[in-house]
């Protein structure tokens, strides 16, 4: 009795947080760089999307992604995902992350498996740093990432994050490292002359 009692719980828990996919206006690149322009569902807990063009739709899975687009009207924000293989040291497999930061330094986020609702907020994502293709959760950049940076010569970060008063083990803080180092890198990028 007691398992049927768990299953039928289970099987309306599914029902509440099952919800109608949203869509959104954009483009994916494959995997094989073909670019296909339509209607795309981001299904996050299984790393996938759904991609509609005229009444068809299809699924691709993130190891057939190289990214993909869409400008998200309720946010007023244009959204780019990467799909990126992870591996964990036993098996390799492919996920796919939200941009967040752009440049030498990439922050990215992937959705927690507890978070079951659309609408969700910064904490339901677990947060990442890209740095010379190397994968890292922003947890390590202090340790991992944040010495790298300082080092380089000419470097004004460490007086950034001293004036600023910012921690480097704190998320929010390493994420405003990281876009302040991006934004210097820029500045320095020589530009091209005619």
Known sequence: MKKIFFCL?????QNLTAQSPSWFEGSVVL?????LVGKISIQDNHDLILFQK???????????????????????????????????????SYHLFEMVVMGKVDVLRRKKASAFYQHTE??????????????????????KIYPQLRSEPGSRLENFVASSRLR????????RIIEYYNGMVKSDEPIARH
């Open 122 to 143: 910064a904490l339901d994502f677990n947060y990442f740093i890209r740095y010379n293709n190397e994968l890292l959760a922003l947890r390590k950049f202090k340790r």
């Open 54 to 92: 005229g009444e068809t739709v299809t699924v691709y899975p993130a190891h057939r992604i190289r990214s993909l687009y869409f400008y998200d009207m309720a946010n007023n924000l244009n959204r780019r995902y990467l799909s990126l293989r992870e591996n964990d040291g036993v098996r390799s």
């Open 31 to 35: 995997a094989t760089c073909e670019v």
């Open 9 to 13: 719980l289970f099987i309306n828990f």
């Open 168 to 175: 480097p083990d704190l998320p929010p803080n390493a994420i």
